[in-house]
């Protein structure tokens, strides 16, 4: 599989988690685990980032995405305490359009698109570990 179709993948990865998060947070159900939230690699995204090549972490996008991608784990951890404690609505605020959760979620999202569509421009289709 290329690195290009690897990165659609990913950012599906990370719309499954969201809708899981979402769930979980709105219903105050789930297998979520603030210990775990915290941790930038124990989701399938973070999993699938940490897994690329070294040649593919010292990629500009590289970096961005995986910065952008821990400060979105900060953010769910927030919200995730908040449920914790019992603020329901503070929680599904912290996680609401506008809100720094959403913004990096946007923003990694974006970054992702560009690196695939600089994959695209430079002709490397094929990732290291194919």
Do not use: P
């Amino acid at each position: 599989m290329s690195l290009s179709e690897e990165i659609m993948d990913a950012v599906g990865y990370h719309g499954n988690w969201k809708q899981r998060f979402r769930h979980a947070i709105e219903t105050g159900t789930g297998d979520f685990v603030v210990e775990q939230i915290k941790n930038d690699n124990q989701c399938d995204f973070g999993k699938w980032l940490y897994s690329l090549s070294a040649d593919e972490k010292n990629s500009s996008h590289w970096s961005n995405i995986q910065q952008l991608h821990a400060k979105f784990h900060i953010e769910a951890t927030r919200s995730l305490e908040l449920a914790a404690q019992g603020k329901h609505n503070d929680a599904e605020n912290a996680i609401s359009k506008g809100s720094n959760y959403a913004i990096l979620s946007c923003e990694m999202t974006m970054a992702m698109v560009e690196w695939k569509i600089s994959l695209s421009d430079t002709g490397n289709l094929t990732s290291g570990s194919s």
